[in-house]
């Protein structure tokens, strides 16, 4: 590779005499930024300032808690595919937002963080939030590092985005120390240029496509990074082309869209269960996936597994792989239905596929009793009934609770890529609010609905205060069971009793949204559930329905994720 690969870099601008602040925010305008995430802080106002001067202006997008600013920037780097840009000042805002840079470790999310840092004129003196900040960073990041002059900062930031968005995705952590971010630096501004893809291994497609040629019964599983790399398309392609059953997660979910004949994520035991040949592309062979041990159910043998991934390190190293190939997804993909194409026997799946065809249409017709429920109080299961017939084929829907989520993992088929949002391996509650600001500005025209469990709202529902602030209608829908119900359910079912699960009784979570300049109503009649939805999509302001739900209506649960 040349270093132009490997950096992004084809050239270099004439020198610009700048300020630190100006510069980081003109280089991370070309790596594609359109909005900081930031709550103030004065160590980074060179950041503002430069987002105030350039031209034209650089959004700043300023929230109530850290968290929300970094979930924001980690969310639209989930949506846009470039990474986001998260502003945090010096010591407790950087600590703030580090849950958020691990999720998007996790979660293989493109995020730049800039931090402030205490002056390096005064180190060791005792400054203000004196903390040297990347130490607790590099854990959670592809790179933490501190940009110790000014003139370093036009690379720095350069680097920061290259390595962020480029696979496997993932958080950078830059900071500069508060004397130096002041300071000017004449400095030229790096040529973003798209990384170059990496090529896979043609007889590692081929041993996969061969592998795929003695299967009778094959599933392919079809994760985030199937979305992060752009290989939608390649994605559906292949699954039309072999006629292979698909189940997705994370933001492969929508990739092949709710409703399509292939898409059996609804006989997702018996697919996983009696499969003989697993394909999981762009994700991690973790506890969502039974640490990459398929077939073996109703004396089926283990199945065969294939991990495809966007890039070496991403290769699961704990599984027993049949094969593996990794490299731009779109090529691995694409390389993988050409290569099956050339193989002397096409197989024939359409018994496997017509039999788990049959399990999904039980399934659905057994969800239509909960989608429909008329008990009092209300299942969980019937908001999704009124929400889902309600939803667009682009609306974006975020996940922010326990079991109300789950539940929601269940009824809610994307139809589109990039229309659903989760936290992830991370599993960290709070992330909500700043996804739906991330997605109400990444898709202005979109519906966009956070789905709430009443504890996750408790974590981050003044930062209705920020949609507010800045206009930013979302749909909340809190599945308000007035409990840590993913916690109280296991803890009964271990000890027979729970402690520290329960929350005060139905809390007008919609009078909180409503005292920060929001509207929203509280519902406890199933009937009422679809009425204040069309009100809450009407209302073009953030709007709360807060529905009262049944504790006792547990996410049926087959593992706690260890
Ligand atoms: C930051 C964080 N703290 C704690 C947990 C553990 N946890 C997982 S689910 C859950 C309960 C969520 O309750 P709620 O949002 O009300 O949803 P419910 O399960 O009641 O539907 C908790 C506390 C977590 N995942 N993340
Ligand atoms: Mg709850």
New binding site residues.
């Given amino acids: 590779m040349t270093q132009a690969d490997t950096t992004g870099t084809q050239d270099a601008t004439e020198a610009v005499e700048a300020h630190a602040g100006q510069h980081a925010v003109a280089v991370a305008r070309a790596h594609g930024v359109e909005t900081m995430f930031t709550l103030s802080g004065a160590h980074v106002f060179p950041m503002y300032d430069g987002a105030v001067t350039a031209d034209p202006p650089m959004r700043i997008l300023d929230v109530r808690h850290e968290q929300t600013a970094a979930f924001a920037a980690e969310a639209t780097g989930k949506l846009t595919r470039k990474p986001g840009l998260a502003v945090l000042t010096a010591g407790p805002g950087v600590t703030n937002g580090v849950?958020a840079v691990a999720q998007a470790q996790f979660a293989g999310s493109p995020l730049v963080v800039v931090g402030g840092r205490a002056p390096a004129n005064r180190w060791g003196s005792g400054s203000l939030q004196e903390l040297d900040q990347p130490p607790i960073l590099a854990p959670v990041s592809k790179l933490a590092r501190t940009l110790h002059t000014a003139a370093e900062v036009a690379d720095g930031i350069h680097e920061a985005f290259t390595v962020a968005g480029s696979s496997h995705r993932g958080p950078v952590f830059v900071d500069v120390p508060m004397d130096e971010f002041f300071n000017t630096a004449t400095s030229a501004r790096p040529v973003v240029a798209p990384p170059a893809p990496t090529e896979p291994d043609g007889d590692a497609i081929a041993s996969v496509a061969a592998l795929l040629g003695e299967a009778r019964r094959p599933v392919l599983v079809l994760g985030t990074d199937v979305w992060a790399d752009g290989a939608e398309d390649a994605a559906l392609r292949l699954v039309e082309d072999l006629g292979i059953p698909v189940i997705t997660n994370g933001m492969g979910r929508g990739v092949v869209p709710g409703g399509h004949p292939m898409l059996v994520t609804k006989a997702r035991g018996q697919a996983f269960g009696t499969c003989d040949l697993a394909i999981v592309a762009g994700t991690a062979l973790d506890f969502r996936l039974a640490y990459g041990v398929f077939g073996g159910k109703d004396d089926a043998p283990p199945a065969r597994v294939v991990h495809l991934a966007d890039s070496a390190g991403q290769v699961s190293g704990h599984a027993e792989l049949a094969g593996a190939a990794y490299g731009d997804m779109t090529l691995v993909l694409d390389g993988l239905r050409e290569a099956v194409t050339r193989l002397e026997r096409n197989p024939d799946w359409a018994d496997w596929v017509s039999s788990l065809q049959q399990t999904v249409a039980a399934a659905t017709a057994r969800d239509a009793e909960l989608l429909g429920a008329t008990a009092d109080p209300i299942h969980?299961g019937r908001i999704y009934g009124e929400l889902v017939p309600r939803l667009e084929d682009d609306a974006i829907v975020i996940g922010?609770?326990?079991?109300?989520?789950?539940?929601a993992g269940k009824f809610v088929e994307p139809k589109r890529p990039g229309g659903w949002l989760d936290?992830g391996p991370?599993?960290?509650?709070?992330a909500g609010l700043g996804s739906a600001i991330a997605a109400r500005l990444v898709r202005p025209s979109a519906q966009v609905v956070l789905l709430?469990?009443?504890?996750?709202?408790?974590?981050s529902l003044m930062d209705v205060d920020t949609l507010v602030r800045h206009d930013l209608p979302v749909v909340m829908v809190c599945?308000?069971?007035?409990?840590?119900?993913?916690?109280?359910?296991p803890m009964q079912m271990l000890y027979g009793y729970d402690v520290a699960?329960d929350?005060a009784p139905q809390t007008r979570y919609d009078e909180v949204v409503k005292a920060l300049g929001g509207a929203g109503e509280t519902v406890t009649d199933p009937a009422q559930i679809g009425p204040a939805l069309d009100r809450a999509f009407a209302a073009n302001v953030p709007y709360l329905v807060n529905v009262i739900?049944d504790?006792n209506a547990?996410?049926p649960r087959a593992t706690f994720g260890i």
């Fill in positions: 849950s969980p922010d609770g326990g079991d109300f989520v789950s539940f936290p991370y599993g960290c509650l709070g709430y469990g009443d504890g996750a709202a408790g974590m599945g308000n069971n007035s409990a840590w119900g993913l916690e109280k359910g699960a929350l739900t504790v547990a996410y």
